[in-house]
């Protein structure tokens, strides 16, 4: 029994009209992926911003301390007011840059790379229920995310170091 063209016509809207809505759906699962690494990548971006500033903060201190020993030194002070003021300057220093490389920038680090971990695990989900929605069964789904984690386990095995 053949087809009419009215029918053939319905045919085709309804099925561009199924590939515009999958289209529009992958829009909308790349636009909140996006969306998501960014607010993740601000949260690391706070704190290399930290790690930034943690440096000049210890040498302010320094430089009052400094200034403070100078001015003492100028009335008459005695050596343990010069030496506190001293010690002052130079701790200050020193707590600015523990505070950079011990904790700041690894932890900026850790959320960029937990961050790259989880847009990994999220692009991996949504390509599963792309797989499942185009009627795929549970063995090429398998296949697929297969794929994914040994690609993504080369990526890693070729990478270098993070960065601090």
Known sequence: MPISKQELKKLKVKYLKKEQLKK????????LEKQQEAQERKEAGV????AAYAPAFGMA?????????????????????IGTNL?????????????????????AAKI???TYDHMRVLSA????????GEGHG??????VLAAIGEH???EMNSADVLEL
């Open 24 to 31: 529009q759906q992958e829009e909308k699962e790349k636009k």
């Open 47 to 50: 704190f290399r911003t930290m």
């Open 61 to 81: 201190g320094t430089i009052i301390g400094l200034v403070n020993m100078l001015r003492l030194m100028g009335a008459g002070a005695t050596p343990q007011q």
């Open 87 to 107: 010690a002052f300057a130079l701790i200050t220093t020193l707590y600015g840059l523990v505070l950079t490389n011990a904790f700041l920038k690894p932890m």
């Open 112 to 114: 960029e790379a937990k």
């Open 125 to 132: 989900v949504a390509e599963a229920f792309r797989e499942i």
């Open 138 to 143: 549970p063995s090429h789904v398998r296949e």
């Open 152 to 154: 993504h386990e080369n």
